[in-house]
């Protein structure tokens, strides 16, 4: 049971796929999550897909949307501003609110990589995210960068990118393009776990605004709320030490769960631990259906 959706972010027009369960019944307002995907990726990925499935499976409406400037939505293509994608984040949960099928009182955000560290901001400033679940995510784009471009010659490379593409937009007024491989480097034997038409080529500044982007200096105020931390412990992509201190920021309830038997693209892969972690965090703290009292 799906829809495709189109809602406004500003004065953007945003794409989604909104997912029903199958045992949906006219009338019932359904607790909701919206699925935000990885770095210029869509809402085709995997780990949207299969994401939405798995919800909607435990009797979830869920979102799956295409971030701006990616998939089909409008927006500088290849411009991911960080910030502009809370904005869009929150478009979307407002969008969902006015949805029939939808409890208004009830959303969550499950983000994976890029989509993880916007999902744990957006439930840092909007306490309409009752529930957070971040895959792989990071909390300051400085650190993760310095993880992901280790040694001296490596930081100079990237810097020197960053500080060109500053020189390159005063210059010419244009925005410098560059490999996404050179801003998140990601090993080849991963690679396969793109999407397909994810974006091969971003702005500097979309490298600018990650580098800016601390999710660690609001995540303590996701708090009554839930959040759920997963993280590899041999993640090849993000740096596992990003969860870690999300976590030790983060008040309570939050749970920070390690796998080490998946790599970066969990949410990508048939795994059982990963989904019955996830489902039982779910029981626990943001149920698909109300509990009987006893």
Do not use: C
């Given at each position: 049971m799906q829809e495709e959706v189109t809602f406004k972010s500003g004065d953007l027009n945003i794409k989604g796929t909104v997912t029903i369960p199958d045992d949906y019944k006219a009338g019932e307002k359904r607790p909701a999550f919206l699925i935000l995907h990885g770095f210029g990726s869509n809402r085709t990925a995997g780990n949207v897909v299969l994401q939405s499935k798995f919800l909607s499976d435990l009797g979830y409406v869920t979102l799956g949307f295409d971030m701006r400037g990616c998939g089909e939505s409008d927006g500088k293509r290849a411009n991911l501003i960080c910030l502009e994608q809370v904005e869009d984040t929150r478009a979307a949960m407002t969008y969902m609110q006015s949805r029939p099928e939808v409890d208004a009182d009830r959303l969550g955000l499950l983000g994976s990589s890029f989509g993880a560290a916007v999902a744990v901001y957006t439930g840092g400033v909007d306490a309409r995210a009752r529930a957070v679940i971040s895959s792989g995510g990071w909390g300051d784009g400085e650190r993760k960068?310095?993880?992901?471009?280790?040694?001296?010659?490596?930081?100079?490379?990237?810097?020197?990118?960053?500080?060109?593409?500053?020189?390159?937009?005063?210059?010419?007024?244009?925005?410098?393009?560059?490999?996404?491989?050179?801003?998140?480097?990601?090993?080849?034997?991963?690679?396969?776990?793109?999407?397909?038409?994810?974006?091969?080529?971003?702005?500097?500044?979309?490298?600018?605004?990650?580098?800016?982007?601390?999710?660690?200096?609001?995540?303590g105020n996701i708090a009554p709320n839930a959040l759920l931390l997963l993280h590899s412990s041999i993640d090849s992509v993000t740096p596992t030490e990003q969860s870690v201190e999300m976590f030790k920021r983060a008040g309570k309830p939050t749970d920070l769960h390690l796998f080490a038997?998946?790599?970066?693209?969990?949410?990508?892969?048939?795994?059982?631990?990963?989904?019955?972690?996830?489902?039982?965090?779910?029981?626990?703290y943001f149920p698909a259906k109300a509990k009987t009292p006893a």
């Open positions: 960068f310095r993880g992901q471009h280790p040694g001296e010659e490596n930081w100079k490379k990237f810097t020197d990118m960053l500080a060109r593409g500053k020189k390159h937009r005063e210059e010419t007024g244009e925005s410098l393009m560059v490999d996404r491989y050179d801003i998140v480097p990601i090993p080849q034997h991963l690679r396969h776990n793109l999407a397909q038409k994810s974006i091969e080529q971003f702005t500097a500044e979309t490298a600018q605004s990650m580098y800016d982007f601390r999710a660690d200096d609001v995540v038997e998946t790599d970066h693209f969990m949410f990508a892969e048939d795994n059982t631990r990963v989904r019955t972690v996830v489902k039982d965090w779910l029981d626990m």
